[in-house]
């Protein structure tokens, strides 16, 4: 049964451009709100093993708080996810200077990245479909960059998203979708159960920017191949978790099957996210500190986890590491799945 996508007014930006909130419900009830702007996924309603639905994802009530700096909270990222070194590289025998945001580096795409413009919205059916051209130069990219975005919600609780991109001049190209997924509603989320099909992971030097190793997570507290409560192994005595303060790095994916698995015995949610990038990052929350709150929630520390699929951190200046250089006459695509359920 396909319900149709509902549009609501979610205020208005400074230039006085209309911003809507498109609601996405299915015949389970599962709720997703996504916004034109950021293409935010401002909440997420999914039920427990009783059949009550909570607002599984972090957010705000309203636009305002979206416009200023917050930690990505739902949004679309882009043009590149993660953090490029000294926010340089070089392409073709041409150097490249992006937007530092991120101390020394850039990260998410820069201040006016994808999650802090508005992009243009279609609805067919059962699918949202937001587009965003960015400019030539835009935070110092290379190439006129058209994306585009959908959203689906289907009858069997799969919130699918599909990025789509093509350029006229060979650029950078990391996209992905940074929800923060509390699957209890409230409370932190250390003790839920994580399984990460990834046989490495890529470590990181003291400001978060890969070394270029891959290494195996065998005997590490990063080995998730069997599902582990995310605080079991937060604080041991790694330099790789004391350099982001908990897991904020790039996982590198093995295997079939959904690559990754995430548990709330107390509700009994489960979140199975299924894609065919190459990595994902796994952020826990470690910047979370009270001082942002929404619908009816403060968000403290490690009150949110990040699953991020997406190509590797830093790849233009890691010859190692899987393309990410989109050139003119080729499309960048990707498909990610959500599914959500209930033990």
Not at 12 to 27: K, Y
Not at 194 to 220: C, K, M, S, W, Y
């Amino acid at each position: 049964m396909t319900i149709p996508i509902r549009q609501t007014p979610f205020g208005r930006l400074a230039d006085g451009s209309p911003v809507s909130l498109f609601t996405l419900t299915n015949a389970d009830g599962t709720v997703v709100r996504v916004t034109d702007f950021g293409g935010i996924i401002t909440e997420l309603h999914a039920r427990d093993r009783n059949g009550v639905l909570a607002d599984v994802v972090l957010g705000f009530d309203h636009l305002a708080p979206y416009q200023r700096e917050h930690p990505y909270f739902g949004a679309l990222i882009g043009r590149y996810a993660n953090r490029i070194a000294g926010g340089r590289f070089w392409l073709d025998g041409v150097g490249y200077q992006l937007d530092v945001n991120n101390g020394p580096n850039h990260l998410h795409g820069g201040r006016t990245g994808l999650h802090n413009v508005k992009w243009d919205a279609d609805i067919d059916g059962a699918v949202l479909t937001l587009r965003r051209r960015c400019a030539a130069g835009e935070q110092g990219y290379p190439g006129t960059l058209a994306v585009t975005a959908s959203y689906q919600l289907t009858d069997d609780n799969e919130l699918i998203m599909r990025l789509n991109a093509v350029t006229d001049q060979a650029t950078p190209v990391n996209l992905t979708q940074h929800s923060y997924f509390n699957l209890a509603g409230d409370g932190d989320i250390v003790g839920h159960q994580l399984t990460l099909h990834a046989d490495a992971f890529t470590p990181v030097n003291e400001v978060l920017i890969p070394t270029g190793q891959v290494r195996p997570v065998a005997g590490t507290a990063f080995d998730f191949r069997t599902p582990r409560a995310v605080g079991e192994r937060i604080g041991d005595a790694d330099p790789q978790l004391r350099y982001a303060g908990g897991y904020d790095h790039n996982f590198v994916l093995s295997g079939s099957g959904p690559a990754a698995r995430l548990y709330d015995g107390a509700s009994g949610r489960v979140l199975e996210l299924w894609t065919a990038e190459p990595g994902m990052q796994f952020y826990s929350g470690n910047f979370l500190d009270g001082s942002l709150s929404g619908k009816g929630r403060q968000y403290t520390f490690r009150s949110g986890l990040c699953l991020e699929p997406q190509h590797f951190p830093d790849s233009p200046n890691q010859p190692s590491f899987p393309n990410t250089i989109l050139r003119l006459g080729e499309r960048y695509a990707t498909e990610s799945r959500y599914r959500f359920f209930t033990e």
